[in-house]
């Protein structure tokens, strides 16, 4: 009977060892909390400020996109997840690059990356964006990234019930740092996993 107990109580207790990382993960993640910290943009950004906003309409939609179309169909159903979602931003300056390191407070991945896909087409060459593929540590989060030219990257990822979006774009028509903005997306979904 001691051994039943004893097997029965340590089966329990390694269940109980097994489920703490996800119990630990339970909680929500809060947007403000997990926004990017001056010191851990990468070394030698300046000018750090942080805004915060819920979302109303969301900016940079084609508004003459046919409702009837794919196309306006996608950014239709985008619209309608950004509406009310709030999103806190970190923006800082490396060199000629500015970075924005945003956390927004629900999944919207799927969307995006479906009204990008879908309006591709209806975008005039030199502003159509270029789909890039996730490198390895970061493609088990299927991350949706983008370049636009030479002066534009932008990820969006769902991390822990939240959407991760890092933007590097170079000012003045300069390139996009590719080094800094990889840093910054990294350490931006790192901190939303290491939420309590």
Known sequence: MNVRRRVAGAAAAAATIISLPALAHAAPVVP?????????????????????????????????????????????????????TEIVEAEAVHGTTELEASVLNKTITAARAAATEAC?????????????????????????????????LQAWVDVRGTTVIV?????????????????????QVAKVERQP
């Open 32 to 84: 403000h909390q997990a926004v990017l910290a001056a010191h851990e943009f990468p070394t030698g950004s300046t000018g750090y400020k942080v805004e915060r906003e819920t979302l109303t309409s969301p900016d940079g939609l084609p508004e003459d996109s046919p409702t009837d179309s794919v196309c306006g169909t996608k950014l239709n159903a985008l619209a309608r997840v950004l509406e009310g």
């Open 120 to 152: 591709r087409a209806d975008v005039a060459a030199a502003d159509r964006p270029a789909i890039l593929a996730a490198p390895d540590d970061l493609a088990r989060l299927k991350p949706f990234i983008m370049a636009v030219g030479r002066n534009t």
């Open 167 to 187: 933007e590097a774009e170079g000012k003045k028509d300069a390139a996009a740092d590719s080094e800094v903005f990889w840093q910054t997306l990294r350490a």
